[in-house]
């Protein structure tokens, strides 16, 4: 009698801590499936929506009779479609050189143990800290000829000085060249100063006692072994480079004209002031496969780096 009764005290105790532990194992399942349901609807179930839309005839309300390929076809004949990509190409790629240029730089002159490092990393880190819409306020106001950077340099005597490029159809895009490269670059130098911070000592040690110059040391040993920061910093500036809008909303609004939209701004025009859901959505569609086309290469060669790690 005893002994069954000791046999069901411990089933009863055994089936709690089962459900005890069960209750363990879904708890962060059951957290987190209310945030993994709004990504998968608000991320994913839009940018399907978008793709199926891109094929449709939708104008100011979405419509599903499905045209096909017209819209791409619409799209690359639209001039200001070709316009918004020759820019991204000039933006983009300066963008992404002079940041990659600048971080590193300013990570090499950080990493000499320089007093004050902490005070000036932090300098140089702050315009990441404000949003594109105040960096594009700021550098709007800056590089106003009436009362910005020209009128300054007047102002002090310079009377022939010209720095109209706000106003300059041909310049305007390098405008936001200026001030993107101006908020991203410190913290492209964050990502290097830790790659740097990083690097076995005792090879940059050896370099030297085999008299290898601090130049030569950086070319050869300290830069090459950071090609995963290459990598992220380069991924990281196309996404931002691709989907950049509101500092072309702050700084130039598009203007003058549409002489320096980017896609993004072109899509937002397009999807919702000219009520041309359609072209619109084509338009998000390339933005996508042009993210896609740099994410998908990095995520592989991450991927199949692990593989061979292991």
């Known amino acids: 009698m005893n002994t069954n009764t000791a046999n069901s005290g411990s089933k009863k105790t055994q089936s709690g801590r089962s459900a005890r532990f069960s209750l363990a194992d879904w708890m962060p399942k059951i957290v987190l499936a209310p945030t993994m349901i709004i990504a998968i609807v608000c991320i994913y179930g839009y940018m399907i929506w978008s793709a199926v839309l891109s094929f449709t005839n939708s104008r100011m309300l979405p419509s599903y009779k499905f045209v ?157 072994s950071l090609k995963p920061v290459f990598f992220s910093a380069l991924v990281i500036l196309s996404h931002i480079a691709i989907k950049s809008f509101d500092l072309v909303q702050a700084l130039t609004n598009g203007g003058p004209g549409y002489a320096s939209d980017l896609p993004a701004n072109f899509m937002y025009t397009y999807t919702f002031t000219r009520s041309q859901i359609g072209m619109g959505s084509a338009s998000a569609m390339v933005m996508l496969g042009c993210i896609l086309a740099i994410l998908v290469p990095y995520l592989y060669s991450e991927l199949r780096g692990e593989k061979n790690e292991k």
């Open 68 to 224: 096909g390929w017209d819209q791409y076809e619409r799209l690359f004949n639209n001039d200001r479609w070709m316009v918004a990509l020759t820019n991204l190409g000039i933006f983009g790629s300066l963008f992404i050189l002079i940041c990659l240029f600048l971080g590193i730089m300013l990570a090499i002159f950080l990493d000499q143990k320089i007093r004050a490092e902490g005070a000036l990393r932090t300098i140089y880190l702050y315009p990441m800290a404000i949003s594109f819409i105040v960096t594009g306020t700021a550098w709007k106001w800056l590089l106003n000829p009436t009362n910005g950077i020209q009128k300054l340099m007047i102002d002090m005597g310079f009377e022939n000085f010209k720095f109209d490029w706000l106003t300059n159809p041909d310049m305007v895009v390098y405008c936001l060249v200026i001030a993107a490269v101006w908020q991203a670059s410190g913290f492209v130098m964050a990502l290097f100063l830790a790659g740097l911070r990083g690097v076995d000592g005792d090879l940059i040690k050896a370099a030297h006692l085999d008299g290898a110059s601090t130049f030569t040391t950086y070319r050869r040993i300290i830069l090459p």
